[in-house]
């Protein structure tokens, strides 16, 4: 597609439900990104794909997030369990490359644990 | 880490006047990109500028990497250009990027 496709836009969740949060980066790029933004913050890293390969999850806040991008395009954030401060927009990013180039993000999924 | 700081952090103006906003970083980067937060969240690119200066219409940006910070200069300003502008910096063989807090900008009729 034109952009970076993610859904669903907007999640309700009871504490204690298991999401899952999808992103469809541009078509060719490498790289993906996940961040997650809680309000009047910016943007924070979560994980890093380069193609398949998860290079970099340090950011992942618990062992309740896990990522995946299993053919190197689409991807998955899961939160398992979910607790009140998972509250945030969940952004996912992509570029051609992980260095020197423009990053895009897309429109990110805003969820909401009750 | 590398520090990312915005000035300032909320702006009010008239429409039609200009606006400077500036990202100040701690370190040396290799990449450094500014972007408008819309109301419902998504960050939409308007500089890729690690040196130099760039202009798009009503909008231009410098950054000064040897000084460590980076310009944005709103010009003409409308109410469409009110929203959040963010500053976001990648240090040297690093692919994280790592943004400041934000300028909040709201533009009057």
């Known amino acids: 597609g034109a952009g970076v496709s993610q859904s669903p836009r907007y999640k309700v969740a009871k504490r204690g439900q298991d999401v899952a949060l999808r992103c469809d980066p541009i078509s060719g790029h490498v790289s993906l990104f996940w961040y997650q933004q809680a309000l009047g913050q910016g943007p924070e890293f979560l994980t890093y794909?380069?193609?398949?390969?998860?290079?970099?999850k340090s950011g992942l806040p618990s062992d309740r997030f896990f990522a995946e991008r299993p053919e190197g395009s689409v991807s998955t954030l899961k939160i398992q369990r979910t607790q009140q401060e998972d509250s945030a927009v969940y952004l996912c990013a992509s570029s051609l490359n992980g260095f020197g180039n423009t990053i895009y993000f897309g429109e990110g999924s805003w969820l909401t644990v009750v | 880490g590398i520090q990312v700081e915005q000035s300032p952090p909320d702006l009010i103006l008239q429409e039609g006047a200009n606006s400077t906003l500036r990202c100040n970083f701690s370190?040396?980067?290799?990449?450094l990109q500014w972007f408008h937060q819309n109301p419902w969240g998504q960050l939409i690119n308007l500089f890729y500028?690690?040196?130099g200066t760039k202009q798009n219409g009503r909008l231009s940006a410098t950054t000064v990497a040897t000084e460590r910070y980076s310009l944005l200069y709103i010009s003409s300003s409308q109410t469409t250009d009110s929203g959040v502008y963010v500053c976001a910096v990648r240090r040297d063989s690093s692919y994280k990027l790592i943004f400041g807090s934000g300028t909040r900008l709201l533009v009057r009729p």
């Open positions: 500028i690690p040196s």
């Open positions: 794909f380069q193609n398949e390969a998860q290079l970099d």
């Open positions: 370190d040396s980067v290799n990449n």
